[in-house]
């Protein structure tokens, strides 16, 4: 029975367990109020149920432990309340299992891996859910989402889900170091790890599963070191984000073999020296943000041929004249204050770009070169003369 998406105001009939040879049901996207009744325990032949973005409220109720040919079970975004019911953990046949976005709590079963030994799928992001993340999964899990709740640790044994391609850990009071064990995902496609408390240097494992094309999310965590070098090695990736950690060093040339990237988010760092010229290669990225870093020498040349919708060099010891092309001209996608920076179009109201104060910059670094020349010559000479005076003595 699908009913998606056909406006029901009404609370979920109680009657509706009657209808044992039911195989589906689905009420997602519907505005239907009230709980889930537990004559839905009732519904023994259900292989998949459906009640996403729903108003529900209340617990999951314990009787749904009975459906025990449930294959599929989505229960995301609503208002459901409690602990997830221990009969529901014991379904063994279930392969994929959501209750994101509501208002559950509590622990996971530890053991999940093997009371649910098929379960391929596990999304319970936006809740309530605490402490130690479950060390049981199995390898047969592709896709973990356990973001936006509150655990507080990453166990290396998250490496032993070889078949893993999502995994999503983001948001959470997660600290100590990335588990290196997480390079043997090798057909990991997605990573959050952003927004938790993770500390000490990005492990150059997590950079080796080739497969990791999609997003690598690391920002708001307190990461400390350089950038690995084994980045280079991301060539399909299309999202990076390290941004505001504790990371420094040059930003590494080899970040240039990432063609496929779009968003290289790598502000709120302290990354110094000139933004490479080997990010020339990088013509599909949309949105490039290295603010707030401690980046000095001129703006390059090719960011002025990127087609970008968003650039963010502001707060970066740059210097030089603002471009004038691309997306240069645009003033609602391109931020360059407080640098050192002049020319560029009008609207950045920037200082004038002027030639001849170019020209008498250098002059005058020729003129302290000189001075500095005299200065060493006229000590050298002094210095001779002392000793002279008093080898005659």
Known sequence: MNLMVNYMTRTIPPELGSLSNLGALSLARNNVSGTIPPSIGNLSSLSKLS???????????????????LRFVQLSVNNLSGKVPFGLYNISNINFLALG??????????????????????????NLFTRTLPTSLLHKLQALGLHQNKFTQLPSSLGNLTSLIILYLGQNNIHGNIPTSLGNCHRLLELDLSQDNLNGPIPPEIMKPSTLSELLWLGQNALSGSLPLEIGSLKNRGNLDVSHNKLLGSIPNILGSCLSLEWLELENNSFEGEIPQ????????????????????LIPSYLGEFQLDILNLSVNRLHGQVLIQGVFQNTSAIS??????????????LS???SSKSSKNKLSHKLKMILVVVVALVICATLLVVFFIFLQQ
């Open 51 to 69: 009640f996403m973005y729903c108003n529900l409220q209340g617990e999951i109720p314990r009787e749904i432990g009975r459906l025990r040919g």
């Open 101 to 126: 976005v509501n208002q559950l709590k509590g622990n996971i079963l530890a053991d999940i891996g093997s009371t649910l030994p098929n379960l391929q799928a596990l999304y319970l992001l936006d």
């Open 278 to 297: 080997s990010l020339r290669t990088l013509r599909g990225l949309r949105l490039l943000d290295l603010s707030h870093n401690n980046l000095s020498g």
């Open 336 to 349: 360059v204050g407080n640098n050192h920076l002049c020319g560029g179009i009008a609207k950045l109201d």
């Open 352 to 354: 004038p770009y002027s």
